[in-house]
């Protein structure tokens, strides 16, 4: 089993930057594949970014160059930079891990979830 711990998450105004972290006890991190998914209200979850252990990385479209997704496998954390926000980014945000085989999509393992709000 993987547990995930996400943190970081709250309110920001629209253009402004969060990180979130997840850390991550259970088995040998850099064996996994990382990722963040997101679920606005009233919509399906969605893939946000995902890394494998190389360092390969994989992004939604609605990304646009404003997320970046890295991992510390010392500190065996995988963290998702957030800019300019804006307020359709408002969603519950999870951290996933899986199997390298699947690391465009990593879902085997999920976080609890943290909120994310941008608004003025």
């Known amino acids: 089993q993987v547990q995930l711990v996400e943190s970081g998450g709250g309110l920001v105004q629209p253009g402004g930057s969060l990180r979130l972290s997840c850390a991550a006890s259970g088995r040998i991190f850099s064996d996994l594949a990382m990722g963040w998914y997101r679920q606005p209200p009233g919509k399906q979850r969605e893939l946000v970014a995902a890394?494998?252990?190389?360092?390969?990385?994989n992004y939604g479209r609605f990304v646009w160059g404003r997320f970046t997704i890295s991992r510390d496998n010392a500190k065996n954390t995988v963290y998702l930079q957030m800019n300019s926000l804006k307020p359709e980014d408002t969603a519950v945000y999870y951290c996933s891990a899986g199997a390298q085989s699947s690391w465009y999509r990593p879902s085997t393992y999920w976080g609890q979830g943290i909120q994310v709000t941008v608004s003025s």
């Open positions: 890394i494998n252990n190389s360092g390969s990385t």
